[in-house]
């Protein structure tokens, strides 16, 4: 089977640096994937690593440690917009790719 | 790139009352389907996938069931909702190639 851990909650200031951890179990890896979910609204993709280090997309960065089952996104210059929840998620193997959802972290950001 | 609909975007439904919501997909062809459902506040749940049409599996026994007359068209149905069956169901999809899953803008439904 396939389980994720992540925090329930974090909390950080406009403007700061927030990291958000994801460890995961699976009987066969193939990528870490991280999505972004506002209260109300779908998920929308942010990020997906295969290969061990840092990716980086503007105001975000996503991390893998394959040898450690870990990875982190890093958010930087955060902004009140940037509330919303963290899913990290690994896919399945086979045809259908099916998606494996952490239970989500749930960012604040304070003024 | 994709783009999902569904319908509708809200929907209050007495208990046993029949359930339909329908997602389309539009800007690929030959995608991966798939129905999940999030309680508030919780993670997303995967109910459905579908690789091809007709092909349906189901990730949980429950009291809803998945169609795919269309190669981009997935149905979500039951025949009498539960107060369970409460929460946001959102459609998703994907290309076979592609790790990145796109999501439609989802239907609340709440059950009373």
């Known amino acids: 089977g396939q389980s994720l851990e992540q925090p329930s909650e974090v909390t950080a200031v406009e403007g700061a640096i927030v990291q958000i951890n994801c460890t995961y179990q699976t009987s066969g890896f193939y990528g870490l994937s991280w999505y972004q979910q506002h209260d109300g609204g779908a998920p929308t993709f942010l990020s997906y690593n295969a290969l061990d280090g840092l990716e980086e997309t503007g105001r975000f960065s996503s991390f893998l440690s394959r040898s450690d089952s870990y990875g982190y996104l890093l958010l930087q210059e955060l902004q009140m917009k940037d509330s919303a929840s963290y899913f990290c998620?690994?896919?399945?193997?086979?045809?259908?790719?099916?998606?494996?959802f952490g239970s989500g972290t749930q960012l604040t950001v304070l003024p | 790139s994709q783009t999902i609909h569904q319908w509708p975007a809200t929907l209050v439904q007495p208990v046993g009352s029949p359930l339909s919501l329908e997602c389309t997909v539009e800007g690929t062809s030959n995608p991966n389907l798939y129905w999940y459902r999030q309680a508030a506040g919780r993670g997303l749940q995967l109910l459905f996938y579908?690789?091809?049409?007709?092909?349906i599996s189901s990730e949980v026994p429950q009291n809803l069931s998945a169609s795919r007359p269309q190669d981009r068209q997935f149905i979500l149905s039951s025949k009498k909702l539960l107060l369970s069956d409460s929460g946001f169901y959102l459609c998703a999809c994907n290309r076979p190639d592609q790790e990145t899953q796109y999501f439609g803008p989802g239907t609340r439904l709440l059950v009373l």
């Open positions: 998620a690994v896919p399945r193997s086979g045809a259908a790719r099916q998606l494996t």
């Open positions: 579908s690789v091809g049409i007709g092909q």
